[in-house]
C-alpha cells in the first residue's frame, strides 16, 4: 500500500430513507455520509471513485466516476472532506466497498480503500 494510502482515513455513516423507500416494489433507498481525513503533511485530491454494491440476494452492480458528489476536492494536510451521496437497493440488505483513486501534490496517483460497509434498514440486524 502507498505511505500515503495510509494516511487516508474513510469513515462512514449510512441511513435508511424510509420515505423515498418502497419495499413493496422492492425499492430500499440508503443515504451515507463519508468523511475522508488527510492525515498526511501534504495535499491530496480526489480524482474518482469506484463502487462495488452488493444486495442481499447477491446482486452486484460497479460505479466508476469522477469525484464526488460533482466535485474533485482537494483536502489539506491534517484536514477532512465530508460529503452525502445514496443508493436504491433491491433488498432491505446489502453492502458497499470500493476505493478513490487520488492524487497527491506531485501528481502521483494512488488508491485510498474503503472497506466494506452495511446498508440495512432498522431492526433487520441486531
Avoid at 29 to 40: A, D, E, K, M
Avoid at 55 to 80: L, M, Q
Avoid at 97 to 105: A, F, K, L, N, R
Wanted: with cysteine.
Amino acid at each position: 500500500m502507498n505511505q500515503l494510502a495510509a494516511s487516508v482515513s474513510v469513515d462512514v455513516q449510512t441511513a435508511y430513507i424510509e420515505t423515498q423507500s418502497s419495499p413493496d416494489e422492492d425499492k430500499y433507498l440508503f443515504s451515507y455520509t463519508i468523511t475522508i481525513s488527510n492525515l498526511s503533511n501534504e495535499a491530496i485530491t480526489l480524482k474518482s471513485r469506484h463502487w462495488c454494491i452488493t444486495d442481499a440476494d447477491g446482486r452486484k452492480s460497479e460505479v466508476h466516476g469522477t469525484g464526488v458528489v460533482g466535485e474533485t476536492p482537494t483536502i489539506k494536510p491534517n484536514s477532512s472532506y465530508e460529503y452525502t451521496s445514496g443508493t436504491v437497493l433491491e433488498t432491505p440488505l446489502g453492502v458497499m466497498e470500493g476505493s478513490y483513486t487520488m492524487v497527491d501534490s506531485d501528481g502521483n496517483e494512488f488508491e485510498a480503500p474503503i472497506s466494506a460497509f452495511r446498508l440495512s434498514i432498522p431492526g433487520l440486524l441486531h
